[in-house]
Structure formats: C-alpha cells, structure tokens
C-alpha cells in the first residue's frame, strides 16, 4: 500500500542529534521520500544547536541536551527524566505545528511509550524501535542486577506491550520481541543499521593519516565503559613492545564519557605515537579517515549486551572494503561472515595475535575486504532495509484502518 501525505510521523530519539544519529537519519529521509509526513524529536550537539530546522523535508525540533552521565544508575535516571520532561514540552509543539499519526520511539531509555501513551486517546499509536537491549545495556555499564534490573526489564516489556509494532534491528532483537516482549511475529520486522553504499566508497588513503605507519588501524564509535578501549590499547601494547611491530598507528575516532580516561590510559601504557585520537568525524572527513586504515577494529567486549548486538562500525569497515577484526560475537558473526577475524572473548593477547596474522598477510587482508563489501551490496545494505521499514509503517496504519 502507497504512502499518502496524510501518514504523519513523529521520531523520537534521546541519544544523538538528529542528523547526527545515522540510523534515525535514514529511516527519517527514507520515510520522506516515500510520501510521509515527517518530524523528529532530538538532542542538541555536535553543531545540531538549532531549536528548529528543516532539512531535506524532516522537520527537526531540538532541546537542549542534558549534562552527559558518565557513572551512576541514579545520574542515567537524571539524564534520562530531563530528557523526557523535554520531548513531552516538544511533542506538545509538533502536534499544534505539523500533528502525527504514529510516534516511533528509539531507545534508550525505555520509557517512551509514556509519550505514546499521552496521544493515544488521540488515536495515536506506538511503534518501538529497537535500538538497545536497555537490561544487558544495564549489566554491561553496572556489572550487576538486583532491583534496577527488574526495572528495566519491566520498563522493556511495557516498551513492547505499548507498542502496535516493533522494529528489531537484528534476528536477536527480533528474537527478544517475541520472547520477552510478547510480541506476535507479523507485528515485528527486522530494519538492519547499514550505510548507504553510494556514499561509503572505497577511496585512497591520506598519507597525513598514516603518519608513515607500516600498518594502520581504525576505530570509529562511541567511547564508553563498554566498548572494550582498554582491551584496544592493550592489544596495541603487546603488539609493540612485545611482537615487534613497531610501526603499528591506530587512529581512534570518536566521542564519548570515556574519552578523557582512554586517553590517559594510552598515556599511561607509552602509546602516545602510536595512537592518534581524532576526536568526532563526519562525512567526507570520516571517510579520508577509513579509507586510510588498513584493518577496522571494535573490540567490544563479549557481554549479554554486545554478543547480540550489531555494531554500526563493522558495518562500515565492510562497506569501505575494510577486513574487520572484533571479539567472537554472535551478531558480529551474523554481520561480517567471513569478512572478519574473531579473537577469543575478551582476550587481548589474542587480539594482538589476530592483528598480527592480519598484518603479515596482506592478500588475506585484500580478499576479506572483498568479500565484506559483496556481503553488504548484496544482503546488508540500507537498500536492502528499505523494503521492512516500508512494511512496518504499512502493518501499523493497517492497523490503525488506514
């Protein structure tokens, strides 16, 4: 069924700005281009300040990010309560200015579907969007459960029980819908994060990136508790004081709540020139940077959260042609195939080892570059996407008789 230009559509995120956040990003542009009617709640940063603007027919409204919780369950409740009291005041807005039929919400945290909620009398419905398994997320940031995480898991289940239709960003999400969400099946559609081939292009290098180096790593992503940076940098060490490969550079790009500390953990372990911190990086410049790397890296580690996740960043060294190198995860697996190595869990000598094996075998590292970009053109791209999403929006108006 066609979209009309009376299917209206409110995106709500609390993690990223908007365009910032690459995923909210194509759904929105991609739900516009089919004939909907689009608006999106979003934080400011990162240079998206604008309380108001339209870009590329997605009206965006923005509030003024709360101060970034770097520990505590209780400083995440803060973050998260201002957030909401925001998007509330927001929603009030769009409904007089542009109005909407559906609220798709993207976690964390998961509790959006009090928004969904307060227009539901309105005949406004629900659709969740997957993006965080928010009591593994918990585990992973706190290492323990006990009452907070009885909490979150009942805040997913009413995430889920709110929702008319669920959006799953892999077979595991889509897994946990119908598991512990309680969701019927034709109700939940796999949407896979993937770039958009015709913008990540395979490209030279920039020999100011490498720096000279022999052999260059890269690492694009958020940098946080658990991502596994310190496994990174340990693996590096091994790498050059042990195992000989002094000419090894890795460019790390990224932001996050940990980047003061990884820093002064590369400090602390004599890595300052082998290691380039270039702070966040966006279009073109992201790219001279990856296509300047030799292996894409993402150590996360091996946790409830991380093994069933999939990882924006392996995504993209496969879409530049980059061979990837990561911990044993299952959706990892599930994304890179045989465009990857897989360490042992957690272990960073192994990592080292793995990088190694890379770097002494250039046509292996050529062939798994290959194969990881005939992986996302011919299954994994966003185009590949388009199709679920479409049918999302097309099962939750039906629902709705429209």
């Known amino acids: 069924m066609p979209a009309t230009a009376e299917r209206r559509v409110l995106i709500v995120v609390e993690n990223l700005p908007v365009p910032l956040d ?17 608006s999106v709640i979003s934080p400011t940063g990162r240079g998206w300040d604008e309380p108001y603007e339209e870009i590329e027919g997605v009206h965006i409204y923005r509030y003024p990010a709360p101060p970034e919780a770097h520990v505590g369950a209780l400083a995440y409740g803060r973050e998260w309560g201002v957030s909401l009291w925001r998007m509330f005041r927001l ?27 307060r227009y539901r009398p309105h005949g406004v419905r629900y659709l969740f969007d997957h993006h965080d398994v928010c009591p593994e997320l918990f585990e992973a940031k ?32 889509r897994e946990i819908a119908q598991g512990r969400g309680r969701m019927a099946p034709e109700d939940v559609f796999v949407v896979r994060s993937a770039p958009r081939v015709e913008r990540f292009v395979p490209g030279p ?34 790498l050059v004081r042990r195992m000989g490969h002094s000419d090894l550079h890795a460019v790390i790009v990224g932001f996050g709540p940990h980047l003061d500390e ?32 030799d292996i894409g890296v993402a ?52 990592f080292a080892g793995k990088i190694a094996e890379l ?20 299954r994994l791209s966003w185009d590949h996407s388009v199709p679920h999403l479409l049918a999302a929006y097309d099962r939750i108006f039906a629902k709705m008789g429209r």
């Open 22 to 38: 690459r995923r909210v990003w194509l759904e929105a542009t991609t739900l516009v281009a089919h004939g909907y009617k689009v």
């Open 91 to 117: 929603a009030r807005q769009v409904w007089r200015e542009q109005g909407f039929d559906v609220i798709h919400g993207c976690n964390p945290p998961d509790l959006l579907w009090l928004l969904g909620l």
């Open 142 to 173: 706190f290492g323990r459960r006990g009452l907070l995480h009885r909490i979150m898991l009942i805040w997913e289940r009413l995430n889920f029980a709110s929702a008319s239709v669920s959006i799953a960003t892999n077979e595991s999400f």
């Open 205 to 238: 290098a920039d020999p100011a990136v490498r720096k000279g180096a022999g052999t260059v790593l890269g690492y694009v992503g958020v940098i946080g508790q658990q991502e596994g940076m310190d496994l990174l940098l340990g693996a590096i060490e091994l």
């Open 262 to 293: 990884v820093k002064r953990d590369a400090a602390a372990r004599g890595l300052g020139d082998h290691v380039t911190f270039a702070g966040a990086l966006y279009g073109d410049d992201l790219l001279r940077v990856l296509n300047s790397i």
């Open 299 to 350: 150590p996360d580690p091996k946790n409830a959260m991380n093994d069933i996740s999939t990882m924006n960043k392996v995504m993209e060294y496969m879409t530049l042609e980059k061979p990837v190198l990561q911990f044993d995860l299952t959706e990892g697996r599930a994304s890179a195939g045989e465009a990857s190595l897989y360490a042992q869990a957690n272990d960073p000598a192994d």
């Open 359 to 378: 770097i002494d075998n250039p046509e292996k590292r050529a062939e798994m570059g290959r194969r990881g970009r005939a992986r996302v053109l011919e």
